[in-house]
């Protein structure tokens, strides 16, 4: 009996070892299975893409998918779609660290939207210099695009360079100068002077209609030149007291050439007769739809943008 017993413990021993092969095996190949995925995943650089943003993360995405389809079978297009969602799968288990890099990511790369504007206006412009010689921005805000006009009710849309604001001194003819290469679209060779009549009806007409109408600020801006340059940029020189006689619709004019000099025209003091208060007024517009630098800024961003340009 006792050997029998023996025996009996024995097989019954091998055969729970047996019951238990099977299943560690099972557990092994899983494993295994596991391991060998998320180590292609590594090799395809999901993780590193996961944090990023903006055109790197297009060129990463792209690249991603082509790796994925070298990976799988070439071309099949539901392989790509399962190796998408499991990529998913692992972003999501990395968890929360994740996560939270990439907030971070996206706050530090993706500025806001007035922020992007201004950039973009400071990419296009960084080459412009100033239009009078050594001249700075004006520290005068009411000087600045965006400063209330109450005598003509309405809004400055230009950059003021008056004597002892900009660091030198602004006089009846110093010199205006093309802040960049261009096109000469409008130079008002035979601008004659408005009669003080005729302009304090203009500004009377601006008090009843509750702004300025634009061909009064055309007349109120006085002897001008316009340059257009790349990108739809057109800036106006205005209040002149004289330009120089080359300069002609469509001549190409180079950054830094003198254009003409500046005066008052179009001023409240010229319609009197007098030659006080001279400064040039330059407005800059921008894009498609004609914009002037400042519209919709406040003047402390305005300032911002044009200090980074023109100092
Ligand atoms: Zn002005």
Sequence with gaps: MKPKFVKNTRGSSQKQFRHLFIPILLVGIILTAGWIYLDIDDIQGTNPVAGDNGEKVKDEENKDSEETKDVVSEGDEEEVVNGQKDKEKQETENGKEETDQEDAD???????????????????????????????????????????????????????????????????????????????????????????????ELLEETAELGKTPEDTLDKLRGKQVWVEHEHNIVVRYAHLNSIEAHIEEGYQIEQGEVLGGVGNTGTGAAAEGRDDGPHLHMEIWLGEDQRFLGEEKSIDETREILVEIFE
């Design 106 to 200: 996206q706050s530090a790369e993706i500025p806001p939207s007035e922020e992007w504007d201004r950039d973009l206006i400071v990419s296009k412009l960084d080459h412009f210099i100033s239009p009078i010689e050594d001249a700075v921005i004006t520290y005068a805000d009411s000087h600045l695009p965006g400063a209330d006009r109450a005598y003509r009710n309405g809004v400055h849309e230009g950059i003021d360079y008056f004597n002892e604001y900009v660091g030198v001194p602004i006089e009846i003819d110093t010199p205006v100068k093309s802040v960049a290469e261009g096109e000469v679209i409008r130079a008002d060779h035979d601008f004659k002077e408005l009669e003080k009549s005729y302009r304090d």
